[in-house]
């Protein structure tokens, strides 16, 4: 079964710009996770997604958004970069309950100049 | 609501020697436990959870962890290190709210 993709897996992007990343899960996995991991504050959640609803939210500005598409896939948009954005972003899924266990992409590797 | 604490930001052991990763965490309610081992430039991958049950988790890589109610602790141990064992590992906690919260993460080396 293939696992989690993201893409891009790298990206350069300038200050004020606005980026977009895809994450398919694994197939039957209805849920999926965004994480943001930096140096400083580690692995942080930003929110997660089931059956196109938004389930829970990590305490993130209001420039981070995500949806989820009816097969699934989803993708998080992060508008007006700063420099602190730069991170990998991490996506995960899991089958359905609040407990399973998240399986992970590789991440995007993002980058603000 | 839930925090995980790692004893350790770094770790250092020799070949053949035992691993021991400790996880403390904090939460309002039972909850469900998680070791995932990050390689450079690379996702995390599940090693072990804890559910409910047996207090002896079992996971891959030769790798096992013990929960323990009374310690609010979940430690990770592999009895011989490996070379490829050498990774960042973070412990996390759901608390049946479609997140996991992870500890700081504990950065093993393997000295030959």
């Known amino acids: 079964k293939a696992g989690v993709t993201q893409t891009p897996r790298y990206l350069i992007k300038t200050r004020g710009q606005q980026v977009t990343l895809s994450c398919s899960p694994i197939?039957?996995?209805?849920?999926v996770s965004w994480y943001q991991q930096t140096p400083g504050q580690g692995l942080q959640f930003l929110f997660e997604y089931f059956s196109e609803t938004q389930r829970n939210k990590g305490n993130f500005p209001g420039r981070f958004s995500g949806r989820q598409f009816s097969n699934s896939r989803s993708e998080m948009n992060v508008s007006t970069l700063e420099l602190g954005d730069s991170a990998l972003y991490l996506c995960?899924?899991?089958?359905?309950?609040?407990?399973?266990?998240?399986?992970f992409g590789p991440g995007t590797r993002l980058t603000v100049t | 609501a839930q925090s995980v604490t790692q004893l350790g930001s770094h770790v250092s052991v020799s070949e053949g020697a035992l691993v021991l990763l400790r996880c403390n965490y904090s939460?309002?309610?039972?909850?469900?436990l998680f070791w995932y081992v990050q390689y450079p430039n690379q996702g995390l991958q599940l090693l072990l959870k804890?559910?409910?049950?047996?207090?002896l988790v079992k996971g891959i890589n030769g790798f096992e962890a013990e929960f323990k109610k009374s310690e609010t602790s979940f430690h990770l141990t592999k009895p011989s290190a490996h070379m490829s064992d050498a990774a960042e590992y973070f412990c996390a906690v759901s608390e049946n709210d479609y997140k996991l919260s992870f500890g700081a993460g504990t950065t093993v080396t393997v000295r030959a």
């Open positions: 995960a899924s899991s089958l359905r309950t609040g407990n399973d266990e998240q399986y």
């Open positions: 197939s039957g996995h209805r849920s």
């Open positions: 804890y559910t409910t049950g047996a207090t």
């Open positions: 939460s309002s309610v039972p909850p469900y």
